[in-house]
Every structure is written in C-alpha cells, then in structure tokens.
C-alpha cells in the first residue's frame, strides 16, 4: 500500500498525501484517482504481535512512513512491554486508561496518574498529545454485555446512515482558505473533564499513530469501536477508510 501510494505521488509529482489532495481538488477530481485516508485499527497488539510476528517489519514501514502516504495506526494494548520501542516513539498521540502498573504509566504516560485511577470507572483516562488532558471515554449505546453493545452500535450506524441518504441538507459553500501546512483527520472521542469541550484524536502528518493503552476492563476496545463510529460518520474530501 505505502510503495503504490509513493509511486502515484511520483506520477502527480507531488511530495505527499495533503498535497496529492490539494492537487486532485485543484485539477478536477473525477480525472484523477481517488486517495482516501486509511485507518488500520489492531486491538490487542500483544495478541497481534504474537500471531503475525513475521510481518512486524511491514507493520514498521507503515508506522514510519504511513504519515507522509496517509495512512495511520490505532493499536490497543494492555501494558507498555506488548509494543516494542520502535513503535512507542512513533505514537506520540496516546489515550492512557487504567493501569495496573505504575511502571506502564510512567513509560506510556510520563507520570503515574494512570495506575491511580478508579477501577469503578471504565473509560476514565488522559490524552496525551501537545498538552496532557484528563477524559471520560463512552460508548453512545448501553448494553448489558459487549454482543449486546455490537448489535445496538450496528443499529446505530445504520440509523444514522439511513438519515444521512434520506436528507440532502444544502449548507453555504465553505469558504476557500489558503491551504495550511497540514491538516489532520479529527475523530471526536468525548469531552474534557473540566472545560466540557469535545476531545477529538488529530491523525495528521505531525501525529499520525495512536497509542491506547489501558489494563483489563479499562475501556479499550470500546475505545476502538468509538473511534469506528468516528470514522463511519466523518466526512471530508478524503473520507478515510478502515
């Protein structure tokens, strides 16, 4: 996937995938291929690693290089030793969810608050990126056990998709800016503890991988099927596939 993607920004002449994008919308979409944004979602990573050892140098490639062809990782895990440290210096964007180790927390999180908070409350954790954020993460369902969770998450996505053929809102043309040095890819989790604002994870060329990490019970795979939801409902030029 990385090798064509390079090999389509060679034939464009263009250095990377905003750039690809900005040229395509520029040129005349239908005349050029499409380049969607890809998300590659793997929970349990240490389970992963174990399984598919043999493919942890393509997995590499892809870390190091996928900023720059589009292409970004969310990896789950459920203590600092399942991911090797070539790949934890890649993921500066991390959501850290109860630890049971207050070594996890130090590696993952810079600081042991992690290991301290309530096992009461799943979902509970902070967002680092550019500044360190406590958060609540929750599935928009609620279900008695996590078969029931899928099946009202599937009925979910299917509503809104459903709403979302049905009415042809017209909006006010956006107006047209000059492009940026980069745009990200925001997939809205939750809201800040204190502010109330949404929490939102920035996959972009400057933090293009994210890190979850959190013990048994802490929240990750529902973490994972919110940033799916995200995704299912996001919209943009280059609309991401997962």
Same mark, same amino acid.
Do not use: F, S
């Given at each position: 996937?990385?090798?064509?993607?390079?090999?389509i920004c060679m034939n464009y002449q263009v250095d990377d995938f905003l750039a690809y994008q900005r040229y395509r919308q520029s040129n005349g979409a239908p005349a050029l291929p499409e380049l969607p944004a890809v998300v590659l979602v793997i929970d349990r990573f240490s389970e992963f690693r174990q399984a598919h050892e043999k493919d942890m140098e393509i997995l590499l490639a892809i870390a190091r290089q996928g900023r720059t062809y589009g292409v970004y990782l969310v990896v789950t895990l459920d203590r600092s030793g399942g991911l090797p440290m070539q790949f934890t210096s890649l993921m500066e964007l991390r959501i850290i969810l109860r630890l049971v180790e207050t070594t996890d927390s130090l590696i993952?999180?810079? /600081?042991?608050?992690?290991?301290?908070?309530d096992p009461a409350q799943p979902g509970r #954790?902070?967002?680092? #990126? /550019?500044?360190?954020?406590e958060v609540q993460i929750a599935l928009p369902v609620v279900g008695e056990d996590e078969d029931e969770q899928n099946q009202q998450l599937d009925q979910l996505i299917t509503a809104v998709a459903k709403?979302?053929?049905?009415? %042809?809102?017209? %909006?006010?043309?956006?107006?047209?800016?000059l492009p940026g040095p980069s745009a990200a890819l925001h997939l809205h989790l939750g809201i800040e503890e204190l502010s109330l604002l949404p929490i939102a994870l920035e996959l972009s060329p400057e933090t293009p991988h994210v890190l979850v990490a959190g013990g048994p019970g802490s929240g990750r795979t529902n973490l994972l099927h919110i940033c799916l939801f995200a995704l299912a409902n996001h919209q943009s030029s280059w609309s991401p596939s997962v």
């Open positions: 996937m990385i090798e064509e993607r390079k090999q993952l999180l810079g /600081k042991n608050d992690a290991a301290n908070l #954790g902070y967002k680092r #990126g /550019k500044t360190l954020q709403e979302a053929e049905a009415y %042809h809102v017209q %909006h006010a043309p956006a107006i047209r800016l």
